[in-house]
């Protein structure tokens, strides 16, 4: 019966659909912020967090390697498709403990063009909404805690608070579906 027993565990876990997951992760936080998870937005690490600002939502992923695209650090904005958008300066201001100075990181566009007076400009994805994708090119990696502050940006000539983010790797343990 002992020898039987581990294989019944295994079988049990298998037909289950679930199966034991540990990792490190780049957890943020600020006032007001949602927390998703690397997986499904629902399971494993809380690597992305997100908050909205006068209407305008912002989502957040330091960690590359739990990036859901092209495994690059970012962040993405969706706003209404009358909402006019504009980010004059596109650099972001990166403190990281152990570091003497502010890190500077070029903010680059996956989905947005300039248009003719600076405003963003982006397809629409859903019915209503535009969604624009940016790249911190050039981050450092984050393997102490530190801030992270964002340029301005304005919807409808109007600057939207943005909270300072604050960073620090930490670990997760948990326990995944085998699919979504």
């Given amino acids: 019966m002992k020898q039987s027993l581990p294989a019944i565990l295994v079988a049990t876990a298998s037909l289950s659909g679930c199966f034991p997951y540990a990792t490190t992760y780049v957890h943020l936080d600020a006032e007001n912020i949602e927390r998703k998870h690397e997986i499904c937005r629902q399971y494993g690490a809380p690597a992305m967090a997100s908050f909205e600002s006068n209407g305008v939502r912002f989502e957040f992923n330091l960690d590359p390697s739990k990036a859901n695209y092209d ?12 909402v006019v958008l504009s980010m004059p300066d596109d650099r972001v201001r990166v403190t990281i403990e152990g570091f003497a100075e502010a890190v500077i990181v070029p903010i680059v566009s996956k989905s947005a063009k ?8 982006t397809e629409i994805t859903r019915p209503g909404n535009q969604r624009y994708r940016f790249d ?3 981050l ?19 600057a939207l ?18 699919n979504c």
């Fill in 136 to 138: 911190f090119v050039g």
């Fill in 71 to 82: 495994k690059v650090a970012g962040f993405t904005i969706v706003a209404a498709q009358n």
């Fill in 114 to 121: 300039r248009g003719p007076n600076g405003q963003l400009v």
């Fill in 161 to 178: 608070p943005l909270p300072k983010l604050t960073f620090e790797r930490r670990g997760f343990v948990g326990i995944l579906p085998l």
């Fill in 140 to 158: 450092p990696p984050l393997s102490s805690r530190g801030t992270l502050e964002m340029p301005a940006i304005y919807a409808d000539a109007i």
